[in-house]
């Protein structure tokens, strides 16, 4: 589902892969923390590279059952990004209707 919503805001321009994704936790959260490479065909989607690192550090990703709680662009050139997504569960959504 990130790999999707990322490719709409790339403007489905961009390629999406997932790099490698790893178990997290915390004392009280769980979750899985992505690693995506998002590369652009040619420079001439320098704009789009650009629009997307400005909109995505407070983009609301839609995953049911889990909420974004960290995005991270750890590396940027010309025509690709490297980011960081962290999801946790969502502990409101876990829980059993009483």
């Not at 997932?18 to 998002?38: D, N, P, V």
Request: hydrophobic share 45%; with cysteine.
């Amino acid at each position: 589902m990130i790999a999707s919503q990322l490719r709409t805001l790339a403007r489905d321009h961009a390629r999406v892969q997932l790099k490698h994704e790893r178990a997290w936790a915390s004392i009280t959260f769980s979750g899985t923390r992505y690693c995506f490479s998002i590369e652009w065909p040619a420079a001439t989607d320098a704009l789009a590279l650009q629009e997307l690192t400005r909109i995505l550090p407070g983009h609301e990703f839609d995953i049911p059952g889990y909420f974004v709680a960290d995005i991270v662009i750890t590396d940027q050139s010309e025509l690709q990004l490297r980011v960081e997504i962290l999801s946790i569960r969502d502990p409101v959504e876990a829980l059993p209707d009483s």
